[in-house]
């Protein structure tokens, strides 16, 4: 080896060597956080769901009483109920905003894709405020009832929105359309118009395009759409805390009134039961992700 | 020239100094408390007025937990760090209702978390009228509230209002959907409703001042009274519903979708004040039963730094001037002779007698009850 390349390989491992640096350098502020906000808090967590809140012993308690009271597992059911609801029609609804978002290049089109963005600038709870005073029963729509005429049937209209699942389901659509539709409208609009006509050339009808094409190009962004409104659903507290009813009630709620009641112990067995739920959608997220991936290769 | 500039120079520096070091002889003392946005509006006021005496004594800064956000923790965080026997912490006074004081004993499993109050340090403790309901001797009264009933007298006329538990039960089945109140554990009002309609059943005063866990078994009763209204209360959407918070039933006062409701009687006071429940909202207790009250009161923890230092600012709090701003600010009311308040809106609390306050302390009881009601009356459909 000559001197030359001697130096010349030192001075590859010292570039390597910066570069690893620089690496570390930059990825150690996420590092350190998420291990000490994150990963911590969860490992403290799930030993705390197993401990029994007199002894400090290991115990199977706080568990058994999730899946054996009456409470705990109408509230587990009605969680995955609302979410699921939510899940499917907001993903229905902002579909087709997003079709529509995507396909017409009316006027009115272009207006609603600038007003669907509007939600996501509203603070959460001025928006469940806002939400409730429209369909209180002695909200908006009542007091719009009342000023029609008494033959309309509608006078003192009471929607019935309030404290239950209706209300809540209604205001997660209006959080999660418009960040479902955001997502779904990236999608569409990467296909490209000559892709589509090369298509109706050959002689594919609309709703043959649509299901061969259009679907199957936007499928992953729908699931990615649907695993975050999953996730940020099954955890959700102020919808529910605000509008939900008194049983039964979503986890979030009954988290906090465990915690209220100083059950720290079953609030963290609450806890790792949303965090097993939101595992489930995480997986199916990860897997979305790389199956695609082998899409795109071939 | 130049001497004089240094001389100047010199002189500025020792005053400069001597004033730091007289602002360093004030102990900062911290003052831990917790509640909705109207207690920490209260202590930002009285500390504010104390801070700015000449000759107060020690500097007091608030330290504010909204409840819900965190207060649950705070008897954890004080009880852990006392059971850990941590000295010399942050934590040098107290404040909450005298019940929810109880819990910091329960927790520690002593009393001695508090310190004994020396009262001798207390000159104005001599003109409280308020006795603790809990821990006397530990724990400085400093204002009551209490819940009572609220109506729309122009709703309810003075002839049809219910004037005993009997008459109350019966109103409430005859004006189905126009009673209700809030879910126990996100505001005291249904709290104080709940305990006081529970614990009329049970004839043991004692059980009333009391954390033991036998009087649990005697809440049957009182349950089943609870259940035997729960289908005539406020619906929405077809089913009786229970909303979140004190303001919760307001609402719906305010917005004449009930006409009766416990409320605390000062919550009620500030809405009329703003204007959102109209002036011929009234406020009433039952005859054979009031609603609960309780004591509000301050303690210096035996964990915190300062001790003596304390003392100034709570007589303070006690003082003719401290209570007309619990008065003025939070329409609290007071717990000294209202004789001796120079304040034009004494009459707002004239009938709300502190020396007549139902108190029902149950300490650690209370998260017991709220899951019994959760399990009992929730239930139900």
Known sequence: ?298 | MKKLISMLLVLAMVFALSSLAVAAEKPVVNFWTTGSQNVADLFSELIAAYNAREDATAEVKLQFLLSGTGDEGMTSRVSSAFLSGQKNTEFDMISDNTNSLMNYVDECGTDEIFVDLDFSKLPNFENVLLKPSMLEGKVMPYRGTTVVFAYDSARIPENELPHTWDELTQWIKDHPGRFAYNEPGTGGAADGFMRTAVYRFIDDPAARRSSDEKWAEEWDKGMEWLADIHPFLYKSGGSVVYVAKNQGTLDLLINQEVDLIPAWADQVLKNIENGTLPTTVKMYQLDDGALSGTDVSITISSIGTYVDECYDFMNFVISPEGQKICLENMKAVPVIAAESIESEQKDLVADLNVENFAFLSIGSLSDLINERWAEDITTLK
């Open chain 1, 1 to 298: 080896m000559t001197e030359q390349a001697v130096s010349k390989t030192k001075i590859d491992k010292n570039k390597r060597w910066k570069k690893r640096l620089l690496i570390v350098t930059f990825l150690a502020p996420a590092l350190i956080l998420s291990l000490g906000i994150i990963v911590y808090p969860i490992i403290n967590t799930v030993i705390k769901s197993f401990t029994d809140a007199k002894t400090g012993l290991f115990t199977w308690a706080n568990y058994q009483y999730l899946f054996t009271n009456k409470i705990a597992r109408a509230d587990i059911w009605y969680t995955v109920w609302v979410t699921v609801v939510t899940v499917v029609l907001a993903i229905a609804v902002a579909y087709m905003l997003a079709l529509y978002l995507r396909f017409s290049k009316s006027r009115i089109a272009k207006f609603i894709g600038t007003l669907y963005l509007l939600p996501r600038f509203i603070p959460g709870l001025v928006a469940v405020y806002a939400m409730k005073i429209v369909i209180s029963d002695s909200g908006l729509l009542n007091r719009l009832s009342l000023l029609l005429p008494q033959a309309a049937g509608l006078y003192d209209f009471k929607p019935g929105l309030l404290y239950n699942s209706k209300g809540i389901i209604l205001m997660n659509l209006w959080f999660n359309i418009p960040f479902a539709t955001m997502i779904i409208v990236a999608a569409l609009s990467g296909i490209s118009e000559s892709i589509i006509e090369s298509a109706r050339d050959v002689g594919a009808g609309r709703v043959r395009v649509f299901f061969k094409m259009i679907v199957p190009l936007s499928i992953r962004d729908v699931m990615i759409a649907m695993t975050f409104i999953f996730m940020s659903n099954i955890s959700s507290f102020t919808t529910p805390y605000l509008i939900g009813e008194n049983f039964p009630q979503m986890l979030g709620v009954f988290l906090r009134k465990n915690f209220s009641n100083r059950n720290y112990e079953r609030a963290a067995a609450i806890s790792v039961l949303i965090f097993v739920f939101s595992s489930v959608s995480a997986i199916v997220y990860i897997y979305t992700n790389l199956k695609d991936k082998d899409w795109e290769r071939l």
